[in-house]
């Protein structure tokens, strides 16, 4: 481990001359981090070795830890003999009407509570963030009874309406607008802008970066839910890609390498996002605990 | 991103019918407020229907539900509390409740020592801390349908990577998911790896907001590493220990889709947690009612640890919230 001038940088940040023992301690630290990096590493390497096994080599006892050659017969199957494509494509649809229905009621929303006086508003806030309290598990039932009455079971709009607007987006985006400068807007107000063209043309061009944390999180939400589309759609060219891939596991057990193709599908959008958007996931991350 | 409070709030002008302060000046009266009435419901109407219409209503609707008998197809029966009565005595529920525990136990603790721990190692700036940081992070998007998938495969019994490792270095397999004493404590291991993210993100961010002049300061008074972590750096993290926690358990609590996608409940029901039992009886056995109850039940439960956490910590005097 070669102690880089950045290292050195640091360390005489401290007030520290760089002796020897210090050295070795911050090289340390890669054997701790480098063997937990593989370990968190280690699932998906499993996932994308098995995806690309030849079947009948993942039922091998004991199975081999690298498959002896690269087959694409679990992609192939995946796609062919799976409705993989029509739940990829309703996912992307749930997805993309949550994600763009999220980023404008709540930015209204958020922007009506931060900035815009009216009767109500501080009431109305306050029932807002009180329902994130509330778990959805308590809503499933009553909301499932509603949905089955309005016709809505059984369609992609039962996946994708719990997940138009949200208590924590509102909450985010009028944090964000009360942290902006109001004389931006009391100038364009000076101007003669009135509040829908103050908001949209000055507020919400600021706001990409809150636009971008509501999104991921949407994206993340509505994506990776799993026990709302289970109970609301039971027709199998209507899952979501969640639910398709949980449904393998009574119908596909053991075709580990069609199970992993699955999974690689699944997952590989939202790995590829986080890559290029690192950012504004951990950004998104710190202000949630999505998932559980 | 900056969680200011109210720092750029308009200063409200004293005008009688204005309570639009300095952004705007209009005539006064009534039509002003009216207009400014109807501005800001079109602003913030259409998403408060939505949610208020889909958690207010049904939370009112489940309660109701919750005392009477129904299937969903025949007339409700108003019951009561029975549902309740018979809840706390059903022993599957009560079994349900157990597991629930089992896991909460399993997992908070070590998701919170994780989180810190993973935290502490990747706030450096040492060479590869981007690759680290990035391999730690990304199990986070991976949802609970895909980890639970990849579970079944890594601890199978037979085909599992895990087993296999066991295998090469002579020691006994293990039964993991399929043994009734091992299933939960994979499935904590695995909702370890889709979560440590979480709360090394949110101490990572509270290390970096401790200045560093604080432990440089203790560094130099003679302190050692540790005594400087355990002194100065850890009584800072309190607050930020209290939120995760409580967010942790409320989490855990809620406990489904990893149960759903490794073990169904099983085996021999030993991960059937609350959640699980309420979908099961809701959704499978369509008892609307005990369902309700049930979900009741748990949001009750949640409510009173949490505020049972905010209390302990006020004591403490950490503020968390």
Not at chain 1, 123 to 148: D, K
Not at chain 2, 133 to 150: D, K, Q, W, Y
Request: glycine letters at 6%.
């Amino acid at each position: 481990m070669g102690t880089t001038v950045r290292e050195l940088s640091a360390s005489t940040r401290l007030a520290e001359p760089p002796s020897p023992r210090r050295r070795r301690r911050i090289s340390g630290w890669h054997f701790v981090l480098a063997p937990l990096a593989l370990l968190f590493m280690t699932p998906f390497v499993q996932m994308l070795l098995a995806a690309l096994a030849p079947a009948e080599e993942l039922v091998r006892f004991p199975p081999p830890f690298i498959p002896s050659r690269l087959s694409l017969d679990g992609i192939a199957s995946l796609f062919r003999d799976t409705g993989i494509l029509r739940w990829l494509v309703n996912s992307t649809i749930v997805s993309v009407i949550a994600i763009g229905a999220h980023l404008v009621l709540c930015s209204l929303a958020g922007y009506g509570f931060a900035r815009l006086h009216f009767r109500g508003r501080d009431f109305g806030f306050i029932a807002i963030v009180a329902t994130i309290m509330i778990p959805t598990q308590l809503l499933m039932i009553p909301t499932y009874i509603m949905f089955s009455r309005l016709g809505l079971i059984d369609t992609l709009a039962a996946a994708f309406v719990p997940w138009l607007a949200s208590a924590f987006g509102i909450f985010l985006m009028r944090q964000f607008f009360l942290s902006i400068p109001v004389e931006l807007e009391e100038a364009a107000a000076l101007d003669g802008a009135n509040k829908w063209q103050t908001f949209l043309r000055v507020v919400l061009p600021l706001a990409k970066p809150a636009l971008a944390t509501l999104a991921i999180f949407t994206l993340l939400g509505a994506w990776n839910d799993l026990i709302w589309p289970l109970v609301a759609i039971n027709k199998e060219n209507l899952f979501t890609i969640q639910l398709g891939i949980a449904d393998f596991q009574s119908t596909r057990r053991t075709q580990w390498s069609l199970l992993m193709a699955g999974n690689v599908v699944a997952t590989a959008p939202l790995i590829l996002f986080f890559l290029f958007a690192q950012k504004h996931f951990i950004a998104t991350m710190t202000m949630t605990g999505l998932k559980g | 991103m900056a969680t200011t409070t109210e720092p750029a709030s308009p200063p409200r002008t004293p005008r009688p019918g204005s309570r639009q302060g300095r952004i705007e000046p209009r005539p006064r009266g009534r039509s002003r407020w009216v207009r400014d009435m109807l501005e800001g419901w079109s602003f913030v109407g259409p998403a408060m229907l939505i949610i208020l219409g889909l958690s207010v209503f049904p939370a009112l609707w489940a309660f109701v539900l919750s005392l009477q008998k129904w299937n969903g197809f025949a007339t409700p029966k108003f019951i009561g509390g029975a549902n309740y009565a018979r809840l706390v005595t059903d022993s599957e529920f009560i079994d349900a409740v157990v597991h629930t525990a089992v896991y909460v136990i399993l997992f908070v603790p070590a998701s919170v020592l994780t989180g810190l721990f993973l935290a502490v190692a990747l706030n450096r700036n040492i060479r590869f801390i981007g690759v680290y940081r990035t391999a730690i992070f990304v199990p986070f998007v991976a949802s609970a349908a895909a980890t639970g998938i990849l579970s079944t495969y890594l601890f199978s019994p037979q085909y599992g990577l895990v087993n296999n490792v066991l295998r090469v270095l002579g020691l006994p397999t293990q039964g993991w998911l399929e043994d009734p004493n091992q299933a939960m404590i994979v499935i904590a291991i695995m909702s370890l790896w889709g979560q440590a993210a979480f709360t090394t993100v949110i101490y990572l961010a509270a290390l970096q907001d401790i200045p560093s002049e604080l432990v440089e300061s203790a560094r130099i008074d003679g302190a050692s590493r540790w005594k400087a972590f355990w002194y100065v750096i850890w009584p800072q993290l309190g607050p930020v220990t209290v939120f995760v926690t409580i967010w942790q358990v409320i989490g855990a609590i809620q406990l489904f889709d990893l149960v759903y996608t490794t073990t169904r409940g099983g085996p021999l029901d030993a991960t059937k947690t609350i959640v699980y039992f309420l979908w099961e009886k809701a959704f499978k056995n369509l008892q609307f009612g005990y369902g309700s109850a049930a979900a009741y039940l748990l949001f009750l439960v949640t409510l009173l640890i949490t505020i049972g956490m905010v209390i302990y910590a006020r004591r403490k005097n950490l503020e968390a919230f």
